[in-house]
Antibody, heavy 122, light 113 residues
Framework: LQLQESGPGLVKASETLSLTCSVY??????????WAWVRQTPGGGLEWILS???????YYNESLISRVTYSIDASKNQFSLTLKSVTAADAAVYYC???????????????WGQGSPVTVSP | QSVLTQPPSVSGAPGQRVTISCTGS?????????VHWYQQLPGTAPKLLIY???NRPSGVPDRFSGSTSGTSASLAITGLQAEDEAVYYC?????????????FGTGTSVTVL
């Protein structure tokens, strides 16, 4: 299974960031996996953004919930992330990942995308 | 800031044993949620190293081992090799808040002397 992010690379402050993840070599319809977004700041820290089950159950990082929306398109084997009102603090490498587990409290990332760097301009 | 604290760096000579701690609290590791570890080689995405506290995915050498105790977890690397030079992150679940959250450690850079 491979994951491939696509994104703008550069986004202006206060605008909206949109990222898409394409899933290759496996189906996004899975009963034992979630699909998620994780970002890594320039300082190296990893931050979980959200996890979504193909059927719609979604779990959010509460600090980002007001600015995040998501979608999942099983017909295209893709899922997406939208982050509104970006600031310099949102500059990071954004990874789409596959998360193994049924209970959200017992999940781990078993597959990572290569990452999509995002820079925020003034 | 992360709820899981790791030492910023550890180092060791080839062949030595190093350990990396991951200190949490009663709402995450102390509550019994499993801990997972990732290895991030320079310029690459993280890779799963240990899952469910002690298990190694296929292909991960048995030089890597995990353990938990109380509100902390540890990753041990025995027989340190040059290729182990990387940043290591722990991850678990934290029950604080309305729905809880997946949390990562602050990361530890391992240097092979």
């Amino acid at each position: 299974l491979q994951l491939q992010e696509s994104g703008p690379g550069l986004v202006k402050a206060s605008e909206t960031l949109s990222l898409t993840c394409s899933v290759y070599g496996g189906s996004i319809i899975s009963y034992e996996h979630y699909w998620a977004w994780v970002r890594q700041t320039p300082g190296g820290g990893l931050e979980w953004i959200l996890s979504m089950f193909y059927s719609g159950s979604t779990y959010y990082n509460e600090s980002l919930i007001s600015r995040v929306t998501y979608s999942i398109d099983a017909s295209k084997n893709q899922f997406s992330l939208t982050l509104k009102s970006v600031t310099a603090a949102d500059a990071a490498v954004y990874y789409c990942v596959r998360v193994y587990g049924v209970a959200i409290s017992e999940t781990y990332v078993d597959t990572w995308g290569q990452g999509s760097p995002v820079t925020v301009s003034p | 800031q992360s709820v899981l604290t790791q030492p910023p760096s550890v180092s060791g000579a080839p062949g030595q044993r190093v350990t990396i701690s991951c200190t949490g609290s009663g709402s995450n590791i102390g509550e019994g949620f499993n801990v997972h570890w990732y290895q991030q080689l320079p310029g690459t995405a993280p890779k799963l190293l240990i899952y469910d506290n002690i298990n190694r995915p296929s292909g991960v050498p048995d030089r890597f081992s995990g353990s938990t105790s109380g509100t902390s977890a540890s990753l041990a690397i025995t027989g340190l090799q040059a290729e182990d030079e990387a940043v290591y992150y722990c991850q678990t679940y934290d029950s604080v808040g309305l729905t809880g959250s997946t949390v990562f450690g602050t990361g530890t850079s391992v240097t092979v002397l």
